[in-house]
């Protein structure tokens, strides 16, 4: 069971995107599903989370510029990003938790905030 992130791409600082995380079941099924992000040369993190009952949380650092959401009928779940800046610029993935077993990572998908 693998989650793709999709969706990725170049901005310009203070622009938007929205970030595609598709299941291969259903999305439902999860107790829980993470956005994550890496830069070059820093650890990956914790960006955004939404657990089977909606509850979402965020880290400091984009509060009030992202928003995670969920479509059970698409089994995605997305991630809106608003207000971009140059330090967003990272890989970002999707891992959940599914039975008990975390979902691997996958390749990402390239986000770039730059004029």
């Known amino acids: 069971v693998q989650l793709q992130a999709s969706g990725g791409g170049l901005v310009q600082p203070g622009g938007s995107l929205r970030l595609s995380c598709a299941a291969s079941g259903r999305i439902f099924a999860y107790n829980f599903i993470g956005w994550y992000r890496q830069a070059p040369g820093n650890q990956r993190g914790l960006v955004a989370t939404?657990?089977?009952?909606?509850?979402?949380g965020y880290a400091d650092t984009v509060k009030g510029r992202f928003t995670i959401s969920r479509d059970n009928a698409k089994n995605t779940v997305y991630l809106q990003m608003n207000s971009l800046k140059p330090e967003d610029t990272a890989v970002y993935y999707c891992?959940?938790?599914?039975?008990?077993?975390?979902?691997?990572w996958g390749q990402g998908t390239q986000v770039t905030v730059s004029s």
């Open positions: 939404i657990t089977r009952a909606g509850d979402t």
């Open positions: 891992q959940g938790l599914r039975n008990g077993v975390l979902t691997s």
